[in-house]
């Protein structure tokens, strides 16, 4: 990624308009960023959450599965084949910068999806310090933008959203985490924490593979079930309630950014997705009952109301 930025208007009217959307991990900001594609059919996303860059570890790291992009094209994503190397914010800068170029010389809207705030700050300012963090430092964060940003804030009340993050890894390793994190698994570089090597997960199951091989038995690769080895069971445990903890550790951290650039007067338009999630996890609950069907309908329904009609008037107001 180079680290030289496009040239871009100064004048607020000619500014290059964009819809953001932010938000905690888990808060459904792809799912979004896609809805809203449905209803501007001009959309292409562009992701700004720096572990979705690398290509590999696509459990691990959440990226947005192809059949759920209902062919929305996205950019950005899974993109970067060097694991081995951080990208700074200010490559970030550079390559989201000429995505948008790119993407709105065809005619199309970009729409800037990702957890990343750093990656989201360093592309939108009108001038970028590269040497400065702007979230430790006091009053640090400008409110001068280089584009015409519409911003969704997709937020989800702590009490809810902590428990779906902890239930959310527990099905991703049911979707196959263990196993995408064995195959990627490398005794010669535990305890390194760069690149893709970042991801949550990676490090919380180094352990757990130093102590459990995975080509010394197939089963070590795999989730352990009853009557398996205790010491085995009690290692995975702890990966996976290292794995929880440091999921909500970064989502805190996340929010705590966001406020930051709210308060710094960015314009965040917040979007309550509480009752979507607290209805979505009823229906989990209720899922092998006959009420399923409808608990799904009603999650969805509460989306289209409190989160995608808003968001959709939003974008409406702001193109026109």
Same mark, same amino acid.
């Given at each position: 990624?180079?680290?030289?930025?496009?040239?871009?208007?100064?004048?607020?009217?000619?500014?290059?308009?964009?819809?953001?959307?932010?938000?905690?991990?888990?808060?459904?900001?792809?799912?979004?960023?896609?809805?809203?594609?449905?209803?501007?059919?001009?959309?292409?996303?562009?992701?700004?959450?720096?572990?979705?860059?690398?290509? *590999? /570890? #696509?459990?691990?790291?959440?990226?947005?599965?192809?059949?759920?992009?209902?062919? =929305?094209?996205?950019?950005?994503?899974?993109?970067?084949?060097?694991?081995?190397? #951080?990208?700074?914010?200010?490559?970030?800068?550079?390559?989201?910068?000429?995505?948008?170029?790119?993407? =709105?010389?065809? *005619?199309?809207?970009?729409?800037?999806?990702?957890?990343?705030?750093?990656?989201?700050?360093? /592309?939108?300012?009108?001038?970028?310090?590269?040497?400065?963090?702007?979230?430790?430092?006091?009053?640090?964060?400008?409110?001068?933008?280089?584009?015409?940003?519409?911003?969704?804030?997709?937020?989800? %009340?702590?009490?809810?959203?902590?428990?779906?993050?902890?239930?959310?890894? #527990?099905?991703?390793?049911?979707? *196959?985490?263990?196993?995408?994190?064995?195959?990627?698994?490398?005794?010669?570089?535990?305890?390194?924490?760069?690149?893709?090597?970042?991801?949550?997960?990676?490090?919380?199951?180094?352990?757990?593979?130093?102590?459990?091989?995975?080509?010394?038995?197939? %089963?070590?690769?795999?989730?352990?079930?009853?009557?398996?080895?205790?010491?085995?069971?009690? %290692?995975?445990?702890?990966?996976?309630?290292?794995?929880?903890?440091?999921?909500?550790?970064?989502?805190?951290?996340?929010?705590?950014?966001?406020?930051? /650039?709210?308060?710094?007067?960015?314009?965040?338009?917040?979007?309550?997705?509480?009752?979507?999630?607290?209805?979505?996890?009823?229906?989990?609950?209720?899922?092998?009952?006959?009420?399923?069907?409808?608990?799904?309908?009603?999650?969805?329904?509460?989306?289209?109301?409190?989160?995608?009609?808003?968001?959709?008037?939003?974008?409406?107001?702001? /193109?026109?």
């Amino acid at each position: 990624m180079d680290s030289s930025s496009p040239p871009h208007h100064h004048s607020n009217q000619n500014k290059t308009k964009i819809i953001v959307t932010m938000g905690a991990t888990g808060c459904g900001k792809s799912r979004l960023s896609v809805d809203l594609a449905t209803h501007f059919p001009h959309s292409q996303i562009i992701n700004s959450d720096k572990m979705q860059l690398y290509n *590999g /570890l #696509d459990i691990t790291t959440n990226k947005i599965p192809p059949h759920e992009r209902k062919g =929305v094209p996205h950019f950005l994503l899974g993109d970067l084949d060097t694991i081995d190397a #951080d990208v700074l914010p200010s490559q970030f800068r550079s390559a989201a910068g000429l995505t948008i170029a790119n993407i =709105v010389s065809r *005619g199309n809207l970009p729409l800037l999806v990702g957890g990343s705030n750093s990656f989201i700050h360093a /592309l939108l300012v009108e001038t970028f310090d590269p040497q400065v963090d702007v979230f430790t430092g006091p009053d640090s964060v400008t409110h001068l933008l280089r584009y015409d940003c519409c911003f969704l804030w997709v937020d989800v %009340a702590w009490s809810v959203l902590s428990d779906y993050l902890c239930e959310r890894v #527990d099905e991703m390793l049911e979707s *196959g985490m263990l196993e995408e994190l064995a195959q990627f698994y490398e005794p010669t570089k535990v305890g390194v924490r760069v690149g893709l090597r970042k991801a949550i997960g990676v490090s919380e199951f180094d352990e757990y593979f130093r102590k459990y091989p995975p080509w010394e038995s197939e %089963a070590n690769g795999r989730i352990p079930k009853e009557g398996c080895d205790q010491a085995r069971k009690e %290692a995975y445990e702890e990966a996976v309630r290292l794995i929880k903890d440091n999921t909500c550790i970064l989502a805190k951290r996340q929010i705590g950014k966001i406020m930051r /650039l709210r308060k710094a007067g960015w314009d965040l338009k917040r979007l309550d997705a509480t009752a979507t999630f607290r209805a979505m996890m009823m229906k989990k609950k209720k899922n092998k009952s006959s009420s399923a069907a409808s608990s799904d309908l009603e999650w969805r329904d509460i989306w289209e109301r409190e989160v995608m009609e808003p968001s959709v008037k939003a974008v409406r107001r702001f /193109l026109q």
